[in-house]
């Protein structure tokens, strides 16, 4: 991982360059749509899972899917028939149902034929449920694959996920509702970096 440069001590040896983190070296927390679009067609190239690793991206951004959840979902979670996802939330958030849509339930169709045994969606070649660890070298190689200048993690899925819809004009209730937020505060951000609140400040 790129660091700093090396320094020199009082003593005069060169000082081991100290590690950058991650974060510093990102702009910002979060993919735009085009990005999002871009990484997950890498991912889908990157392998001979490219249509499980496609979908998962895929279902991570539609609906803000932190890590943990995403390795977790089971098939006894989606309605095919219904087109729904029933989602259940870590960190105490609150559940859900969401509808999927019509991208979705194809690629969902697929996953199913092309891996038809066991509970979970996303499954290793072992046949278990992906690990977390898995998922984010995966995130991190498609985001290198797809040419998106900062390294990139699967959270910033969820936050592209919230982004898009308040850019939109959800309300905001319904983006603390739909990402499991227990609290309005860890909703509020995304409306407040929202760029189209601005629209019309400035004509030309």
């Known amino acids: 991982m790129p660091g700093r440069k090396p320094s020199r001590t ?44 496609a979908t998962m991206l895929l279902l991570a951004y539609r609906h803000g899917l932190r890590v943990g959840e995403l390795v977790a979902l089971q098939w006894s979670q989606v309605d095919l028939d ?27 169709r697929r996953l199913r034929r092309d891996y038809p045994d066991g509970p979970h969606l996303f499954v290793s070649e072992r046949g278990g449920p992906m690990t977390d660890s898995a998922i984010r070298k995966l995130v991190a190689r ?3 694959a797809a040419g998106i200048e900062m390294p990139v993690h699967p959270h910033m899925l969820r936050h592209a996920c919230g982004y898009t819809l308040a850019n939109r004009g959800t ?17 509020v951000r995304y409306t407040e970096l929202a760029a189209d609140r601005f629209n019309g400040f400035w004509e030309d």
Do not use: F, W
């Open 10 to 53: 009082v003593t005069g040896r060169v000082a081991p360059p100290i590690p950058t983190p991650y974060a510093s070296r990102r702009s910002r927390e979060h993919l735009v749509d085009a990005e999002v679009e871009r990484l997950i067609v890498a991912a889908g190239k990157l392998g001979r899972h490219g249509q499980r690793d």
């Open 82 to 108: 219904q087109a729904v996802l029933h989602v259940r939330r870590l960190k105490q958030g609150t559940p859900a149902t969401h509808p999927l849509t019509g991208r979705e339930l194809r690629a969902l």
């Open 142 to 144: 498609a985001g290198e």
């Open 171 to 187: 309300d905001t209730r319904a983006i603390q509702a739909y990402l499991g937020h227990r609290n309005i505060q860890h909703t």
